[in-house]
């Protein structure tokens, strides 16, 4: 009986500290959960090579190679929109194609959705076309198409060669349904262009891109310009506008502009939804990190708030090397179970790129992880 008793205090002792302990792991599990979470990404693979160059069927007569645009994925097959470089004056003669994948290396060019004048004596206000950027119509049931249309000639006070006053264009693909994301594409109109409603903080250049994504039951978009009159240039930037439907009219926001995402540049950014609702957005950094995209996040239902950006090396040194300098991502890709592709344009060696640069396509494979958790891959 005395053993019996002896016992009693050390059976209640350890009942206590069992309870103490499991509550101590629900507190600590508790400030885990409750810790903000943080959209993620690790470098899975790094495809060795660009997979669209001069090299490629249908690129021969793309003389400076590829920039801007984004890619979307329907029913297995990959579906790219980009801004082809053609020769003449560069960054002002351009096409916008459209080229498809069936599994993201081996691509076929399917047509040519529009094609810039090259004007370079400022008369033309289509004279370069960039950054189309196709998004589904739910409302209507078609494809719309957002790109950029600027006026071109030499400028005046600097060696910059003046792509200026962007202004955003819609179009609407006449084949309606999921199935008429390949055109023919018609213009509606001018939905974002320098003027009285231009802010501050906007430049000579004018509208530079366009990127609209659903929040509810609006529509916000991001949209950028930089101030190309002066170099070096002090920023590029990236701001905000909405809409109550895709197709308009859009007014830039009042509040909240510009977007700070970088010290200094932040360009073309593409939108994605994660399964958990939060959004995402990659844009290009390159004057703050040459082997790197940028990306940044807002939580569910807002879209409006966004984090300040942290890059992804998409170009690490070593093996699959191959762009000194990354440009544009063209958005992510979700593949299931977390995993993502990545394409970007980035501009091949001096080496391997002959004459004058070359600016091809290549992906990664990323993998999304949250807050306190780890991945596998190469940092």
């Known amino acids: 009986m005395i053993r019996n008793h002896s016992k009693l205090p050390v ?100 047509s040519t959705l529009y094609e810039s004048s090259g004007d370079f004596t400022g008369k033309d206000p289509r004279a370069s076309l960039w950054a189309p950027m196709p998004i589904y119509n739910k409302e209507e049931g078609r494809w719309d198409l957002f790109y950029v249309a600027y006026t071109c000639a030499p400028s005046t006070k600097t060696e910059w060669l003046g792509n200026y006053n962007g202004r955003i264009w819609r179009a609407v693909s006449k084949v309606k349904g999921y199935g008429g994301i390949g055109g023919p594409y018609e213009d509606v109109g001018v939905i974002l262009q320098p003027g009285a409603d231009s802010q501050s903080w906007e430049g000579l250049q004018g509208t530079d891109s366009f990127f609209p994504y659903q929040v509810g039951k609006r529509w916000l978009g991001f949209y950028g310009s930089a101030n190309s009159e002066h170099l070096p240039m002090e920023h590029w930037r990236v701001g905000l506008a909405e809409a109550a439907g895709l197709s308009g009219p859009w007014k830039r926001m009042s509040e909240g502009n510009p977007v700070t995402l970088g010290k200094r540049f932040a360009e073309n950014p593409v939108v994605t939804r994660l399964a958990n609702g939060y959004y995402v957005a990659v844009y290009d950094n390159d004057l703050e990190y040459p082997n790197a995209i940028g990306y940044t996040w807002s939580g569910p239902g807002d879209g409006v708030h966004w984090a300040p950006g942290k890059p992804i090396v998409v170009q690490p040194k070593g093996k699959g090397f191959w762009a000194d300098t990354v440009r544009t991502p063209l958005g992510l890709i979700p593949e299931g179970h977390g995993v993502y592709t990545l394409f970007y344009t980035g501009y091949k060696k001096s080496s391997e790129a002959g004459h004058h640069r070359y600016s091809g396509v290549g992906f990664v494979t990323l993998k999304e992880i949250g807050a306190g958790e780890t991945g596998a891959g190469k940092p």
């Open 11 to 110: 059976l209640a002792g350890g009942l206590l500290a069992f309870i103490f302990l499991f509550a101590g792991i629900i507190g600590v599990t508790g400030a885990q959960s409750a810790r903000p979470y943080e959209p993620s990404f690790v470098l899975v693979e790094q495809y060795p090579s660009p997979v669209i160059d001069q090299n490629s069927p249908g690129a021969g007569d793309i003389e400076y190679g590829f920039e801007g645009g984004s890619v979307v994925k329907i029913d297995g097959v990959y579906h790219l929109f980009s801004t082809e470089m053609m020769s003449g004056q560069m960054w002002v003669k351009t096409r916008m194609p459209h080229w498809t994948s069936p599994d993201r290396i081996h691509w076929k060019r399917v």
